[in-house]
Every structure is written in C-alpha cells, then in structure tokens.
Nanobody
C-alpha cells in the first residue's frame, strides 16, 4: 500500500509563489509516473503536471512557463514549484502515483 502526503498549500497573493511537496511511502516510488492534479471550486479535477520515472515532464497549457514539476527519488518526493500565481490557480492540489494512488490534497488559495 502506497501513501501520499501533500504539503505546502497556503494563501498567497497574486503574483506570488508556492512550492508543494508530495511524500510517498514505499520503495517503489522511482519507477512510477507522478503527477499533480487540481480541483477548483465547482470544477472537475484536471491534470496540472506530470513527470515520468525518466524525468520527462508535461504541463497543462494554463500553467506552462509558470509551474515546474520535479522529483527526488532518494527522498520519495515530488514537488510542484508554482510561480506567478493567479486567482484562477485557486484549487485543492492532489498528487498521484500512476493515477492509482492519491494524496488527501492541499489547499492553494490565490487572493489579495
């Protein structure tokens, strides 16, 4: 059983930055694709960024150039660096291991 624990969500002003972390239990982390999803108020959950075991990354068009996904396999952790945050980035952010295991989510609120 894999457990994912997100952290780093907060209230931030437009234009600000946050770094989310997702720590995974277990020793199989390095071989799996990891991803960040988000679900805004009244919206469906959407893919934000993905990183494969080999380090290939891909992003939603809405966050390209502003968000960066990375991973540290030695720490079983995936990160999401979010810069130039906008109010429309407000959402609960979830990390996922291979779309099978999910964290509990961390709230990001962008507001002045």
């Amino acid at each position: 059983q894999v457990q994912l624990v997100e952290s780093g969500g907060d209230l931030v002003q437009p234009g600000g930055s946050l770094r989310l972390s997702c720590a995974a239990s277990g020793s199989i982390f390095s071989i799996y694709t990891m991803a960040w999803y988000r679900q805004g108020p009244g919206k469906q959950r959407e893919l934000v960024a993905v990183i494969t075991s080999g380090g290939f990354t891909n992003y939603a068009d809405s966050v390209k150039g502003r968000f960066t996904i990375s991973r540290d396999n030695a720490k079983n952790t995936v990160y999401l660096q979010m810069n130039s945050l906008k109010p429309e980035d407000t959402a609960v952010y979830y990390c996922s291991l291979d779309q099978v295991y999910w964290g509990q989510g961390t709230q990001v609120t962008v507001s002045s």
